[in-house]
């Protein structure tokens, strides 16, 4: 007997907001449109969600303005461990306000009263976005892992900077690809690069674009 397919996880939004009312409406309409939805109705009350070790969520919307703790000021407490992608929302639309959320790296800035025509959309760009931002996060905490665990690899990482004019990412990421389809410890890989021209030569082609296995 064959198992059923898996049911898709829904993506998860945390909604931030002392308004009760605004709250209800947002989380209906994100509800319909295939979210799964937690509600926060103080920033305090989003701390204490996030730190019960449940599922993090994929985006949160939070209120700019709030009692105990305006919306940045959350933001930057939520952010600590690992980055949070996030909407801001306020009835503001001082351009002051605009460029503080912008600055603490938010998505989107959405003025109330918000249209539920615009929020679906902005949802659907912000959790694209998130997903990028954790990606690149994901990789650089891998990269320094990397570095910090073998002077070689460090050795090897620089060199590659150096001479194919590259970030650091991107040599961290030829050199693991070249020790992944070649079964190899990167660290192996990375001592044999400091002294062997042929795996030189399968870095550059990695970084050039030639050479097309992962």
């Known amino acids: 007997m064959m198992d059923a397919p898996a049911t898709p996880v829904r993506p998860l939004i945390l909604l931030v907001d002392d308004d009760a009312y605004l709250l209800a409406l947002l989380a209906n309409a994100l509800q319909a449109s295939g979210y799964d939805v937690r509600l926060a109705s103080s920033a305090k009350m989003a701390v204490e969600l996030l730190a019960d070790g449940s599922r ?3 985006l949160a919307l939070i209120d700019m303005h709030m009692p105990d703790m305006n919306g ?3 933001v930057h ?9 996030f909407l801001m ?3 503001s639309s001082s351009e002051v306000f605009v460029r503080r959320a912008a600055e603490q790296g938010a998505v989107a800035y959405l003025v109330k009263p918000i249209e539920l025509a615009q929020l679906v959309p902005a949802v659907i760009t912000g959790i694209a976005r998130g997903r990028e931002i954790r990606a ?4 650089e905490t891998k990269l ?10 460090a050795m090897a990482v620089g060199v590659v900077m150096e001479r194919f004019h590259v970030d650091s990412e991107s040599a961290f990421g030829a050199l693991r ?3 992944r389809s070649n079964q190899r410890r990167l660290v192996d890989v990375a001592t044999e690069f400091l002294k062997n021209s042929k795996v030189a030569s399968g870095i550059a082609q ?4 030639r050479d097309s296995r992962r």
């Open 56 to 58: 993090a969520p994929d």
């Open 89 to 91: 929302m306020s009835a």
């Open 177 to 179: 690809q070249h020790a």
């Open 206 to 209: 990695r970084l050039s674009g």
């Open 72 to 74: 940045l000021q959350l």
């Open 144 to 153: 320094t892992a990397a570095l910090l665990g073998g002077r070689e690899t």
């Open 77 to 85: 407490s939520l952010s600590a461990g690992q980055p949070l992608p």
């Open 136 to 139: 690149l996060h994901e990789s």
